[in-house]
């Protein structure tokens, strides 16, 4: 892992009555092999549960880090789907990948 570059929190995530917390980090994006690696890290609210931790590609350093918050938010819609960023009911506030898996649609 790289360094720390953003984080956040996500509410909503309720386990055995008890509201449970979901942070998520990202790191500094680094070259990899002719492209961009961004690392993030999924907490999960599950206590018997490990941390996820992936990376996702980009072909430059922005590509990857929005292509990382994509995942996240795609993978926590996923699991949790009554997770939110500030207020419940108005989602995550981040990019999502949806049917494209992070690649833009041919025209037509």
């Given at each position: 892992?790289?360094?720390?570059?953003?984080?956040?929190?996500?509410?909503?995530?309720?386990?055995?009555?008890?509201?449970?917390?979901?942070?998520?980090?990202?790191?500094?994006?680094?070259?990899?092999?002719?492209?961009?690696?961004?690392?993030?890290?999924?907490?999960?609210?599950?206590?018997?549960?490990?941390?996820?931790?992936?990376h996702?590609?980009?072909?430059?350093s922005?590509?990857?880090?929005?292509?990382?918050?994509?995942?996240?938010?795609?993978?926590?819609?996923?699991?949790?789907?009554?997770?939110?960023?500030?207020?419940?009911?108005?989602?995550?506030?981040?990019?999502?990948?949806?049917?494209?898996?992070?690649?833009?649609?041919?025209?037509?």
């Amino acid at each position: 892992m790289t360094e720390l570059i953003c984080d956040r929190e996500f509410g909503g995530v309720v386990i055995d009555g008890i509201e449970r917390r979901i942070i998520v980090e990202w790191f500094k994006p680094v070259r990899d092999r002719g492209d961009w690696r961004c690392d993030w890290t999924i907490h999960r609210p599950d206590l018997d549960t490990e941390a996820l931790k992936r990376h996702s590609f980009g072909v430059d350093s922005a590509q990857a880090l929005l292509l990382a918050m994509g995942m996240v938010g795609d993978i926590i819609q996923h699991e949790y789907p009554d997770a939110f960023w500030l207020e419940a009911g108005q989602g995550l506030g981040l990019p999502t990948l949806g049917e494209t898996g992070g690649r833009e649609r041919e025209p037509g």
